[in-house]
């Protein structure tokens, strides 16, 4: 499924190089539009290609994000219990206002 959020670019991470294999990830957060006491902050992952879309981010900037959930499962061995990761993983930002320089 896509889904949209739309709110202020709180932090813009670097790309880390993750594995012998060189895979790309980079995560940004932004913080909900709302007028609550405690506003969601929401982290976003690119991956690969897509890393360089947070290239054009800035604290501050409004934009709406366009993203799809990722989940899994892992377990260190046989031995050990089984943990879910999920994601939000971004594909596409619609920058809608400029943000900080």
Known sequence: MKYEFIGTVTEVFPTQTIGAKGFLKREFRVKEKSDS?????????LTKDKCSLADSLSEGAEVKVHFSLSGRL????????TRCFCENQCWKIDILQQGKP
Request: aromatic residues 18%; charged residues 20%; hydrophobic residues 35%.
């Open 37 to 45: 006491q405690w506003p969601n902050i929401v982290p976003f992952v």
């Open 74 to 81: 892992w377990s260190k061995d046989d031995n050990s219990p």
